[in-house]
């Protein structure tokens, strides 16, 4: 069956630094892919996604490339902010079916 | 544009007790989704419904889940009895279309959630 495999957290970052969230996936065909956040007190909301191979998605400065001889789909951001403190889930759906990652908590130090 | 709304937003229970959660999608969306977060974990499927037919209920304990749409609209799912594995955070989402649609229409709404104890 399909699924995602997300680096374990917690991750604690001072704001301004390098945030990498690594994500890997298994799945029958070609799936699309998701990062979804949740903020705290929040529920669940779509961040970016990808739906082919080399596609790059983006959304309030996260980044995340479909790669798929690596099939990987790493969450990336040049610089975090104290707002970015939230948990991050990595997502597949192929064949019509979705497949969630556990799960990143990313903690924002001033 | 209204979300996805859910309730109850919190029930407590009791082991062998029913509980019944309501979820109404996004206006104009034929997707439906049920999901069970345990905490610490990513969400699960347990059912999809594609305006009032099921998709997959693959991963449902359909001796003790159940779930409806009958009128293509809102959905209730539906414990019983419960168990104390039960408890988790069950989340409803909806699209425009499903899954199995490529293209920009199968990003998926989630409501608040409904948290669940079992005692």
């Known amino acids: 069956g399909n699924s995602v495999t997300q680096m374990e957290g917690p991750v604690t970052l001072s704001e301004e630094a390098f945030l990498t969230i690594n994500c890997t996936y298994t799945?029958?065909?070609?799936?699309?892919l998701f990062w979804y956040v949740q903020y705290p007190g929040e529920g669940l909301q779509l961040l970016l996604k990808?739906?082919?191979?080399?596609d790059k998605g983006s959304n309030k400065g996260f980044e995340a490339t479909y790669r798929k001889e690596t099939t990987s789909f790493h969450l990336e951001k040049g610089s975090v902010q104290v707002s970015d403190s939230a948990v991050y889930f990595c997502?597949?759906?192929?064949?019509?079916?979705?497949?969630f990652g556990d799960g990143t908590t990313l903690t924002v130090k001033p | 544009e209204a979300g996805v709304a859910q309730s109850p937003r919190y029930k407590i229970i009791e082991k062998r007790q029913s509980v019944a959660f309501w979820c109404n999608p996004i206006?104009?969306?034929?997707?439906l989704y049920w999901y069970q977060q345990i905490l610490g974990q990513g969400p699960k499927l347990l059912i999809q419904?594609?305006?009032?037919?099921?998709?997959?209920d693959s991963q449902l304990p359909k001796d003790r889940f159940s779930a409806e749409r009958l009128k293509g609209v809102d959905s209730t799912l539906k414990i019983q009895p419960a168990k104390l594995e039960d408890s988790a955070v069950y989340l409803c989402?909806?699209?425009?279309?499903?899954?199995?649609?490529?293209?920009?229409?199968?990003?998926?709404?989630f409501g608040p959630g409904t948290r669940l104890t079992v005692l």
């Open positions: 799945a029958t065909g070609y799936p699309s």
């Open positions: 990808a739906t082919k191979a080399d």
């Open positions: 206006s104009g969306h034929a997707t």
């Open positions: 419904f594609q305006n009032n037919g099921v998709v997959d």
């Open positions: 997502a597949l759906t192929a064949a019509g079916k979705s497949t």
């Open positions: 989402a909806s699209s425009f279309r499903g899954a199995f649609s490529g293209g920009p229409y199968n990003e998926q709404f």
